[in-house]
Nanobody
């Protein structure tokens, strides 16, 4: 059974930084794209950033220049470094992994940015 376990969420003041991690475990024969979505209260889930197995990245316009996605294929882990955080970044952040030709999701981790 494949699992994605997230860590690193929490509370931070505006302008601060957080680093999220998401590790895949289980029968992960093939891991392709990985990434992060977020969902704020009353809003739809939106893409934050994603990265291909070869390292090609895509970012939402709202986080470009502030967030950096990276991955360690040997550790089956994707990271999201979040700098210059704003109150509007407050949301539950979900990682995903395209593993064994289907998409799996993490359980979500809360990020709260206070002004």
């Amino acid at each position: 059974q494949v699992q994605l376990v997230e860590s690193g969420g929490g509370w931070v003041q505006a302008g601060g930084s957080l680093r999220l991690s998401c590790a895949a475990s289980g029968s992960t024969f093939s891991i392709n794209g990985m990434g992060w979505y977020r969902q704020a209260p009353g809003k739809q889930r939106e893409l934050v950033a994603e990265i291909t197995r070869s390292g090609i990245t895509t970012y939402a316009d709202s986080v470009k220049g502030r967030f950096t996605i990276s991955r360690d294929n040997a550790k089956k882990t994707v990271y999201l470094q979040m700098n210059s955080l704003k109150p509007e970044d407050t949301a539950v952040y979900y990682c995903y992994g395209d593993i064994n030709y289907r998409r799996y999701w993490g359980q979500g981790t809360q990020v709260t940015v206070s002004s």
